[in-house]
């Protein structure tokens, strides 16, 4: 079976709506798992991501079979998610730490969608209709839940979901049908904040301590095809996230970006390397305002990087 693509939602404010239900929005790699022959678990990049969640597996096994579903994989830290940790699981590769940290940082799988369902799509019923599916065909455990959905008052909601840590709700029409790929209107994220996925396309060297990696970190959006400068960050980085990064870089000797910030010693980098911050707000002339690193998303796409996205 071909992997599928996961359906995108677009970004939205707080509401409330007949016909809508809400579910919270969980910091954590989007994974659609396939039960059908086998078992894959890939992430939004269609990466095959299974054997970096053991646990997940053990618990997916011989549940819901000829199935596919869709959710998020989050690691939670006192009851909240927490992507500090979700990250120490998304960078192994070697098997004797995966196992490791699948005890000593167990992940959970939260599943909000099916697509298959005993070997057939299910994807262009109803929303309302595959989540009873979803709730007759799969059998919850630790590791592996049901996310939670709320009809109607998203305002509610969404502030109740702040309050327990979670980064906000999403949105989803009840009538909506799954659209593989697709960046739909019936699905709405909203978010706490402004917390943007953003590509690297250059660096300032570092001084003092921070030379053996960078000063900061050269960032865009794509528009129109084109990679646009909008801004720098320089910190909440800890002294592994930089190591990891300086490994990633790839130095080119031209700038990525259209419109390339006039910065004195800046260094080009291939634009391969999506980092995710958080910051106050982007000002009228497309900056950002105190951006602040937050973490390396390994699995998005610099193209899907726009500031919808």
């Not at 299910?122 to 595959?130: A, K, Q, S, Y």
């Not at 009873?132 to 059998?139: G, K, N, R, T």
Request: contains cysteine; proline residues 7%.
């Amino acid at each position: 079976m071909n992997p599928i693509k996961p359906m995108l939602a677009v970004s939205g404010q707080p509401f409330n709506s007949e016909g809508w239900i809400f579910e919270p929005k969980i910091d954590g790699t989007r994974c659609i798992a396939s039960l059908m022959s086998g078992m894959v678990l890939q992430n939004r990049r269609l990466a095959n991501i299974t054997y970096r969640y053991p646990e997940v597996v053990k618990a997916l096994a011989g549940n819901a079979p000829l199935c596919v579903l869709d959710g998020e994989i989050a690691v939670f830290l006192n009851d909240r998610p927490d992507f500090a940790a979700l990250a120490e699981r998304d960078h192994q590769s070697e098997r004797m730490r995966i196992e490791y940290l699948s005890q000593a940082l167990p992940a959970s799988y939260m599943v909000f969608d099916i697509l298959y369902a005993e070997g057939e799509s299910v994807m262009d019923r109803p929303l309302g209709e595959r989540k009873m599916i979803l709730q007759e065909v799969l059998q919850e455990s630790e590791a592996v839940t049901i996310a939670d959905s709320f009809p109607e008052k998203g305002e509610d909601y969404f502030q109740a979901a702040l309050k327990m840590g979670i980064e906000g709700v999403v949105a989803k029409r009840l009538e909506s049908i799954y659209q593989p790929g697709v960046r739909s209107q019936d699905w709405i994220k909203i978010k706490k904040g402004l917390k943007l996925d953003l590509v690297v396309g250059g660096y300032i060297p570092g001084k003092g301590n921070r030379e053996p990696y960078f000063g900061g970190l050269l960032m865009g959006a794509y528009s129109s095809g084109q990679l646009v400068y909008v801004g720098r960050v320089g910190s909440g980085f800890s002294e592994k996230e930089m190591q990891q990064i300086v490994r990633d870089l790839q130095p080119i000797s031209e700038s990525p970006f259209s419109n390339p910030p006039p910065t004195a010693g800046a260094k080009w980098l291939k634009p391969n390397l999506v980092v995710q911050v958080a910051a106050m707000e982007v000002t009228e002339d497309g900056r950002l305002r105190a951006p602040v690193f937050l973490r390396m998303r390994n699995d998005k796409d610099p193209l899907e990087c726009t500031f919808d996205a």
